[in-house]
């Protein structure tokens, strides 16, 4: 659920995550075009999973490079990317919390992911900290 309830977010496999006010004639503006840097040969890792901050414009995103990345919905940048292990491996599932969120520093978001090599992870990140960066 977004901060603004006339935000929506997409990811594609061309990894464009977009946020989308949907407040315009029903059509939908596109606000903004949120894209992990290429890699060598310059691939682009696909979205798999999205999750809204519950009280902040902050959206999370998986890929298929095995990266977990936080967006700011406001302005696209890019907020911080964890990988912890799955580099290059495809993320299939992705759950997030946030614990804390109506803290004025937005808590901390605890993320599990399962890859395809049959992995999970646990991830936390202070919200607050990685804003700061």
């Known amino acids: 659920k977004a901060v603004n309830p006339n935000w929506v977010a997409t990811g594609g496999v061309d990894g ?63 907020v911080t990317t964890v990988t912890g292990g799955h580099a290059g491996v495809m993320i299939n599932g992705m759950s997030a919390e946030f614990v804390g969120a109506d803290a004025p520093d937005g808590g901390t978001a605890v993320v599990v992911t399962a890859v395809d090599d049959g992995a999970a992870r646990v991830f936390e990140i202070n919200v607050a900290a990685a804003q700061a960066r």
């Open 16 to 78: 464009a995550l977009k946020v989308w006010d949907v407040t315009h004639g029903g059509q939908g503006q596109c606000r903004q075009v949120c894209r992990p840097p290429a890699v060598d040969g310059g691939a682009v890792a696909g979205v798999t999973r999205l999750s809204w901050h519950s009280t902040l414009p902050l959206i999370l995103a998986s890929y298929t490079d095995g990266a977990v990345r936080m967006w700011d919905a406001r302005d696209g940048s890019l």
